[in-house]
């Protein structure tokens, strides 16, 4: 099945160079290096130090990366690549002098084998769920020692592997270690693999040392409505109207998932004749409605808000994290659709650390309850900053298994 995957990229090959012209044009692709997703690098610099090449797709999976980063940055070149823009941007900001960011070559041979010839990763961390069977492939090919971090399979996605497991086998025997990010993903993915999964935590849960500008809160009381996703907040929006006009004491914060559906979720409040703005036009936080409509201000609202509902769990998306908002002494809200944390979600509820509502009509009304309970309120952000304070991932046993793997490889 593999060498018809193979084929099958090669034939391809044309349509994606297609596609990323087409992506240039629509400047979604970035101009200046573009080139690294055929496996070339603008990179001049010699390297020193080993290279340990960190894959994190998305800007979820980068953050994930951040105890990594700063466990091995002084002692080897940490190559990190991810395949959206917005990662990039995240990881250039936020961590610049400690990587080389690379955008993540296509999964096609010829430009895996250019990207690995330059780079000569010493070990590669592959993060949480983006599973490209030819580069994966190519490194036990060439020998290179891999791990899989943070795995996790959806119920949807075990569905379809199901069909195809015999593959999945044949791909992850590549890494000499999978472990998984919960225990429900460690049960799924052990069906699938003959390699041995283990249960470390959740890399996303690990402590960070985060820094930012402190924004003061002001005397109303602040709903953030979080990681919200496409067509999630048209579900709730006729109960924000309704909790808006009855209490004027309250405020809404609304963080879309992706900032660029925030001129789609302004013009569905407008029509309500809301009170909104933008927070990059605004910068006053004593709004009805303020839509964040930048990336890397959540956790600065976390802490100026009370109740946070979380996005993700109303539809079918699996939810986010809510470690996050608990740190921040938030009341939490969320849907039932949790699958992506479920065991984590339901620690929470059994230790009165969170609210689940199963419908979206129960919604605005636990909603109300909390603004009508203070007491309620300060209990649910007592509850949630004990959990928070839970060892969720065994830092040290990670390091020790990768310390030893490195001197192994020396």
Request: a positive charge; glycine letters at 2%.
């Amino acid at each position: 099945m593999h060498n018809f995957y193979k084929f099958i990229s090669f034939l391809l090959m044309p349509l994606v160079y297609l596609n990323t012209y087409l992506r240039l044009i629509r400047k979604k692709e970035d101009t200046d290096r573009y080139k690294e997703r055929f496996g070339y690098t603008n990179f001049k610099q010699i390297l020193k130090k080993d290279v340990i090449w960190i894959h994190a797709s998305s800007v979820g999976e980068f953050k994930s990366c951040d105890f990594l980063i700063n466990s091995f940055y002084k002692n080897y070149s940490l190559l990190i690549t991810t395949t959206t823009k917005t990662a990039a941007d995240y990881a250039l900001e936020n961590y610049g002098e400690k990587i080389i960011h690379q955008y993540a070559p296509f999964d096609v041979v010829p430009w895996i084998n250019k990207f690995l010839n330059f780079w000569k990763p010493k070990l590669v961390v592959w993060i949480e769920s983006d599973i490209w069977p030819n580069t994966i492939v190519r490194l036990r090919e060439k020998n290179i020692s891999s791990i899989f971090l943070n795995a996790r399979i959806s119920p949807k996605s075990f569905k379809k592997w199901k069909f195809f497991s015999s593959y999945y086998k044949f791909i992850t025997k590549t890494f000499f270690s999978i472990y998984a990010q919960s225990k429900n993903d460690l049960e799924r993915i052990t069906k699938l693999t003959n390699v041995n999964v283990e249960y470390l935590g959740n890399l996303k849960l690990t402590k960070k040392n985060t820094s930012y500008t402190k924004l003061e809160k002001t005397e109303k009381l602040n709903i953030m409505i979080a990681s919200t996703h496409e067509n999630e907040e048209g579900l709730i929006i006729s109960s924000l109207e309704k909790i808006s006009k009855k209490y004027q004491i309250v405020n809404f914060i609304i963080a879309p998932r992706h900032p660029n559906r925030s001129k789609l979720i302004y013009k569905l409040l407008q029509d309500k004749k809301l009170d909104v703005e933008y927070y990059s036009k605004f910068k006053n936080l004593d709004c009805r409605f303020l839509i964040l409509d930048s990336f890397g201000k959540m956790e600065q609202f976390f802490n100026i808000s009370d109740i946070v509902f979380l996005g993700g769990s109303l539809l079918k998306k699996g939810g986010h994290n809510p470690i996050e908002a608990a740190t921040a002494n938030c009341a939490i809200i969320t849907g039932s659709n949790v699958f992506n944390w479920q065991n984590l979600y339901e620690d929470m509820v059994a230790k009165n650390a969170c609210i689940m509502v199963n419908e979206v009509e129960e919604f605005e009304t636990k909603v109300i309850n909390l603004i009508e309970n203070k007491n309620l309120v300060e209990n649910l952000k007592k509850n949630a900053i004990t959990f928070s304070n839970t060892v969720f991932f065994q830092e040290d046993k990670l390091l020790e298994l990768l310390n030893n793997r490195l001197e192994k490889n020396a």
